[in-house]
């Protein structure tokens, strides 16, 4: 905070902020909505239903630790796998020991045992490369070969630290079974050698969020990795100016020409799809910001210059759940970093879109316009993904997009204009891919998640920097379960990587800080 306060734009910025949060405080504005929630409270607490709440347990389940979640890190099974995925670290540490004069005393295993224990720099490598590659020169058996290198390492990174294991604990239950079910629906599959493409795309993000969990011991990793996802951002946002000033042609299958009469083509950059451009930005903008407010100088820049480049890029990809999803995001992001500031937030989100291209005014209005052909046509996929489920519950297709639409088509369930390729939701299509348990631990692990990253930076014990990460990336989680709503977000697996390459990025903040609160960490 003291560089944004000792720079001439950032004595600016905050006297311009402080200005509107003087104004707003003394405002009839202010006064009348403070009225309003006290008479709100009011209500709730002389409610019968408020009044049970307040004197028994109520509510207080929605924010304690269930006894699952408690009993994880401890639990046999927690503890014996772990054992397990670590035993080739456990056997290289018991081979370092007695050879350690040895090994020290060699420069290249020295070189080498070093290189692996940075082995979160080199994940921010891969998914740089994974984020902007063109999609054509992209295969995603890269994504596989470049996390089973980092995984390789990472038995090295544990050599010479004898307590070091792969932090299955810091994963969580619910992800930990929903890994689980992802090997059932893949055995379970319909077709098992289509699901088997699949779940090697699902073993590359379960490496990813694994490594990243375990080999995260210090802010400046933390930091590194929400700089190579910016870096990563700013490029894919200058190759989006780029196809603007060339020139998109508007694609009638992305976008409905009646009722969007004048919007131009929709942006899509490394992607192919412009709503998968959208959600990779989503995932990103949070984790920009995190880095304006925590990273060095240079960092600080590189936030900056991505944050912007990427809220112009977002809008130009037009895709509406994507935005929802960011606006859901940065609420959750003010209301963690410093709620004071949401009156002034408010005033400026409302300011900033008297500024906003018309066509993307209009392109948002739609969204509440049925007669929208990009938004009616969801509604068949919403019901013949539902009478799939209704048909077996629990029980899904298998693994892959693949494997849902030859059921459907199968049994004739689609009745829409368009070919039925996926079901435009996240959750229906992990339903039908993976039967009811395969979304409820989801969820649940995703809930978990955001729930753990919330109460790590209440409890304010760790370093602002760490907690400045983990409100990015749980705000970045949150947005995209939002956008997830009105669309499929694994759909490509590039974005799925990138989803849980957030997801790891949070988890891995939600331990560091953990491990600050004890004292654990320099």
């Given at each position: 905070m003291?560089?944004?306060?000792?720079?001439?734009i950032?004595?600016?910025?905050?006297?311009?902020?402080a200005?509107?949060y003087?104004w707003?405080?003394?405002?009839?504005?202010?006064?009348?909505l403070?009225?309003?929630?006290?008479?709100?409270?009011?209500?709730?607490?002389?409610s019968?239903?408020?009044?049970?709440?307040r004197?028994?347990a109520?509510?207080?389940?929605?924010?304690?630790e269930?006894?699952?979640?408690?009993?994880?890190?401890n639990?046999l099974?927690?503890r014996?796998?772990t054992?397990?995925?670590?035993?080739?670290?456990?056997?290289?540490?018991?081979?370092?020991?007695?050879?350690r004069?040895?090994?020290?005393g060699?420069?290249?295993?020295?070189?080498?045992?070093?290189m692996?224990?940075?082995t979160?720099?080199?994940?921010?490598w891969?998914?740089?490369a994974v984020?902007?590659?063109?999609?054509?020169?992209?295969?995603?058996a890269y994504?596989?070969?470049?996390f089973?290198?980092?995984l390789?390492?990472?038995v090295f990174?544990?050599?010479?630290?004898?307590?070091?294991r792969?932090?299955?604990?810091?994963?969580?239950?619910?992800?930990?079974?929903?890994a689980?079910?992802?090997v059932?629906?893949?055995y379970l599959?319909?077709?098992?050698?289509?699901?088997?493409r699949?779940?090697?795309?699902?073993?590359?993000?379960?490496?990813c969020?694994?490594?990243l969990?375990?080999?995260?011991?210090?802010?400046?990793?933390?930091?590194?990795?929400?700089?190579?996802?910016?870096?990563?951002?700013?490029v894919?946002s200058?190759y989006g100016f780029?196809?603007?000033?060339q020139?998109?042609e508007v694609?009638?299958?992305?976008?409905?020409?009646?009722?969007?009469?004048?919007?131009?083509?929709?942006?899509?950059?490394?992607?192919?799809n412009p709503n998968?451009?959208?959600?990779?930005?989503?995932?990103?903008?949070?984790?920009a910001?995190a880095?304006?407010?925590?990273?060095?100088?240079?960092?600080?820049?590189?936030g900056?210059?991505?944050?912007?480049?990427?809220?112009?890029?977002?809008?130009?990809?037009?895709?509406?759940?994507?935005w929802?999803?960011?606006?859901?995001?940065?609420?959750?992001?003010?209301?963690?970093?410093n709620?004071?500031?949401?009156?002034?937030?408010l005033?400026v989100?409302?300011?900033?879109?008297?500024?906003?291209?018309?066509?993307?005014?209009?392109?948002?209005?739609?969204?509440?316009?049925?007669?929208?052909?990009?938004?009616?046509s969801?509604?068949p996929?919403?019901q013949?993904?539902?009478d799939?489920?209704?048909?077996?519950?629990?029980?899904?297709?298998?693994?892959?997009?693949?494997?849902?639409r030859?059921?459907?088509?199968?049994r004739?369930?689609?009745?829409?204009?368009?070919?039925?390729?996926?079901?435009?939701?996240?959750?229906?299509?992990?339903?039908?891919?993976?039967?009811?348990?395969?979304?409820?631990?989801?969820?649940?692990?995703l809930?978990?998640?955001?729930?753990?990253?919330?109460?790590?930076?209440?409890?304010?014990l760790c370093s602002s920097?760490t907690?400045?990460?983990v409100?990015g990336g749980?705000s970045?989680?949150?947005?995209?379960m939002?956008?997830?709503l009105?669309?499929?977000?694994?759909?490509?697996?590039?974005?799925?990587?990138?989803?849980?390459?957030?997801a790891g990025?949070?988890?891995?903040?939600?331990?560091?800080?953990?491990?600050?609160a004890?004292g654990?960490t320099?």
């Amino acid at each position: 905070m003291s560089v944004v306060e000792n720079s001439v734009i950032g004595r600016w910025v905050l006297a311009l902020c402080a200005l509107l949060y003087r104004w707003y405080d003394g405002s009839l504005l202010a006064a009348g909505l403070r009225r309003f929630g006290r008479g709100c409270r009011s209500a709730w607490m002389g409610s019968a239903f408020g009044r049970s709440c307040r004197n028994s347990a109520g509510l207080k389940w929605l924010s304690r630790e269930g006894v699952l979640s408690r009993a994880w890190p401890n639990s046999l099974l927690c503890r014996g796998l772990t054992t397990l995925i670590s035993l080739p670290t456990i056997i290289l540490q018991a081979i370092y020991r007695p050879l350690r004069s040895v090994v020290e005393g060699s420069v290249f295993a020295r070189l080498f045992l070093g290189m692996a224990e940075q082995t979160p720099l080199l994940v921010g490598w891969v998914m740089l490369a994974v984020m902007v590659v063109p999609y054509e020169a992209w295969n995603n058996a890269y994504s596989l070969a470049g996390f089973a290198l980092c995984l390789f390492l990472t038995v090295f990174a544990g050599v010479r630290k004898p307590d070091f294991r792969l932090s299955l604990a810091s994963v969580g239950p619910w992800l930990m079974a929903f890994a689980g079910l992802v090997v059932l629906a893949w055995y379970l599959s319909i077709d098992r050698s289509e699901s088997t493409r699949h779940l090697s795309f699902h073993l590359t993000c379960m490496l990813c969020v694994l490594i990243l969990v375990t080999t995260v011991e210090r802010r400046e990793q933390l930091i590194r990795l929400l700089e190579m996802a910016s870096l990563a951002m700013l490029v894919i946002s200058l190759y989006g100016f780029w196809q603007r000033i060339q020139g998109i042609e508007v694609n009638p299958s992305y976008v409905d020409l009646t009722v969007n009469r004048g919007m131009p083509g929709r942006v899509f950059s490394f992607f192919e799809n412009p709503n998968a451009c959208g959600e990779v930005l989503l995932l990103l903008l949070p984790l920009a910001f995190a880095l304006i407010l925590c990273g060095g100088w240079g960092g600080r820049l590189l936030g900056l210059l991505s944050f912007g480049a990427g809220g112009m890029a977002i809008a130009m990809t037009y895709s509406r759940a994507s935005w929802i999803g960011l606006v859901v995001a940065a609420f959750l992001f003010v209301l963690l970093w410093n709620k004071r500031i949401i009156p002034v937030a408010l005033i400026v989100a409302v300011i900033g879109c008297f500024f906003l291209p018309s066509t993307v005014i209009h392109r948002f209005l739609t969204i509440f316009n049925t007669s929208d052909t990009s938004t009616a046509s969801r509604f068949p996929y919403y019901q013949a993904a539902w009478d799939f489920i209704k048909t077996q519950p629990f029980l899904g297709a298998g693994l892959g997009t693949e494997q849902v639409r030859t059921v459907i088509e199968d049994r004739e369930l689609f009745h829409g204009v368009d070919v039925f390729v996926h079901c435009h939701n996240t959750y229906l299509q992990i339903w039908c891919e993976m039967g009811f348990f395969g979304l409820v631990t989801f969820v649940a692990g995703l809930l978990w998640t955001i729930r753990r990253g919330i109460d790590s930076v209440r409890t304010a014990l760790c370093s602002s920097q760490t907690r400045i990460a983990v409100i990015g990336g749980t705000s970045a989680l949150l947005g995209a379960m939002v956008c997830g709503l009105a669309d499929y977000l694994w759909n490509y697996p590039r974005v799925m990587l990138i989803f849980w390459f957030v997801a790891g990025v949070a988890l891995a903040g939600i331990r560091l800080a953990a491990r600050e609160a004890n004292g654990e960490t320099a």
